[in-house]
């Protein structure tokens, strides 16, 4: 569900930029008030993994269409919603300039859509109510599915509302929304099972660590979370690395109902303008753009998506580089909060 310019008006995309900086801002200060040092590493490696699960596309049955994780709900319910936006910021980021995955312009508005509902609306409205204080694993998984659909709903309804006052005539109101919300229910209901999956793994390792994001209490100095950290790492590794050659060649839930409206899964790019200017930057910026290697002019496209599993140098790369990538600046992002929280006391 990542957003391309050519969806957003400037006034829009500038909008969204505004109230994103806004937010991370505020996330920053409390984090600065109230930060748990010792989650600093997990900030990170739950990035880095989060960036590569975003890799893989999985098929949509009967749709045509595929579906990624967004990851909102695994951050905001095992690092608390401050540090889980901050995070979901800091991947799409990297995801935006390095990898050419969303445009500059619609950043804004892909960090709203994946960061804010899940870790401001759907973790504490409905997944804290529902899983609980020493929740079960089953009530882990009910309240991730129910949660986890939410917040796709609500983040899939607000690209079409952001199209909408971004006056994108191609994109009827009525007909889109009926494309978008159907398929994100079903991307949904998978990023339910997979949070479900990974927050019970956390639970049956460290489930202090649950406690200490749900309640915004740090965690007592005799609690490591290192086999966490370890374990989140190889499957960072290994989806980016090579779980990334199966992702589905479908178009995704956004580019299929573009599609099915509008005929193709691209609107037409303007050829001027504050999206033009910044569609160069992120062609100078992105070196393994689409996550592969660069094409030389008049080589083609390449073979991404053409097979299945797509088995490419190229992929793997992006898939470790983009986790290190991520990894490296959560723990910058950290450091730096840390560093002016010790200076205020």
């Given at each position: 569900?990542?957003?391309a310019?050519?969806?957003?008006?400037p006034?829009?995309?500038?909008?969204?930029?505004?109230?994103t900086?806004?937010?991370i801002?505020?996330?920053?200060?409390?984090?600065k008030?109230?930060?748990?040092?010792?989650?600093?590493?997990?900030?990170?490696?739950?990035g880095?993994?989060?960036f590569?699960?975003?890799?893989?596309?999985f098929?949509?049955?009967?749709?045509?269409?595929?579906?990624?994780?967004g990851g909102?709900?695994i951050?905001?319910?095992?690092?608390?919603p401050?540090?889980?936006?901050?995070?979901?910021?800091s991947?799409?980021?990297?995801q935006a300039?390095?990898?050419?995955?969303?445009?500059?312009?619609a950043l804004?508005?892909?960090?709203?859509?994946?960061?804010?509902?899940?870790?401001?609306i759907?973790y504490?409205?409905?997944?804290k109510?529902?899983?609980?204080?020493?929740?079960?694993?089953?009530r882990?998984?009910?309240?991730?599915?129910?949660?986890?659909v939410?917040?796709?709903?609500?983040?899939?309804?607000s690209?079409v509302?952001?199209?909408?006052?971004s006056?994108?005539?191609?994109?009827p109101?009525?007909?889109?929304?009926l494309?978008?919300?159907?398929?994100?229910?079903?991307?949904g209901i998978v990023?339910?099972?997979?949070?479900?999956?990974?927050?019970?793994?956390?639970?049956?390792s460290r489930p202090?660590?649950?406690e200490?994001?749900?309640?915004?209490r740090p965690?007592?100095?005799?609690?490591?979370?290192?086999?966490?950290f370890?374990?989140?790492?190889i499957?960072?590794v290994?989806t980016?690395g090579?779980?990334?050659?199966?992702?589905?060649?479908?178009?995704?839930?956004?580019?299929?109902?573009?599609?099915?409206?509008?005929?193709?899964?691209e609107l037409?790019?303007?050829?001027?303008?504050?999206a033009?200017?910044?569609?160069?930057?992120?062609?100078?910026?992105?070196?393994?753009?689409?996550?592969?290697?660069?094409?030389h002019e008049?080589?083609?496209?390449?073979?991404?998506?053409t097979?299945?599993?797509?088995?490419?140098?190229?992929?793997?790369?992006s898939?470790?580089?983009?986790?290190?990538?991520?990894?490296?600046?959560v723990?910058?992002?950290?450091l730096?909060i840390?560093?002016?929280?010790?200076?205020?006391?």
């Amino acid at each position: 569900m990542h957003m391309a310019d050519a969806l957003l008006s400037p006034a829009v995309g500038a909008t969204f930029w505004a109230g994103t900086l806004g937010t991370i801002g505020y996330c920053a200060r409390k984090l600065k008030e109230n930060m748990d040092e010792k989650m600093v590493p997990l900030m990170g490696v739950l990035g880095a993994f989060i960036f590569a699960a975003q890799m893989i596309n999985f098929t949509i049955p009967g749709t045509g269409s595929s579906g990624h994780l967004g990851g909102g709900m695994i951050l905001a319910v095992i690092l608390g919603p401050y540090a889980g936006f901050i995070v979901m910021a800091s991947v799409l980021t990297i995801q935006a300039f390095f990898f050419a995955d969303g445009g500059l312009l619609a950043l804004g508005c892909n960090i709203w859509n994946l960061g804010i509902y899940p870790c401001f609306i759907a973790y504490p409205l409905i997944f804290k109510p529902l899983a609980g204080s020493g929740a079960s694993p089953k009530r882990i998984t009910i309240a991730s599915l129910i949660s986890g659909v939410v917040a796709l709903q609500l983040g899939a309804f607000s690209v079409v509302i952001e199209t909408l006052l971004s006056g994108r005539s191609e994109l009827p109101f009525g007909t889109f929304v009926l494309m978008m919300q159907p398929v994100h229910l079903g991307i949904g209901i998978v990023e339910g099972f997979v949070t479900a999956g990974v927050i019970n793994f956390v639970r049956a390792s460290r489930p202090e660590i649950l406690e200490s994001a749900s309640s915004a209490r740090p965690l007592s100095g005799g609690i490591s979370t290192g086999r966490v950290f370890v374990g989140l790492l190889i499957a960072a590794v290994l989806t980016g690395g090579a779980l990334s050659w199966f992702a589905s060649s479908n178009p995704d839930g956004l580019e299929w109902s573009i599609a099915k409206v509008f005929g193709k899964p691209e609107l037409p790019e303007k050829e001027t303008g504050i999206a033009t200017a910044l569609k160069s930057v992120q062609k100078r910026t992105a070196f393994l753009p689409d996550y592969d290697f660069k094409k030389h002019e008049g080589a083609g496209e390449g073979n991404r998506g053409t097979s299945w599993p797509a088995v490419q140098p190229g992929t793997s790369v992006s898939g470790i580089v983009g986790s290190a990538l991520v990894l490296a600046a959560v723990l910058l992002i950290g450091l730096i909060i840390r560093a002016l929280r010790r200076k205020s006391v």
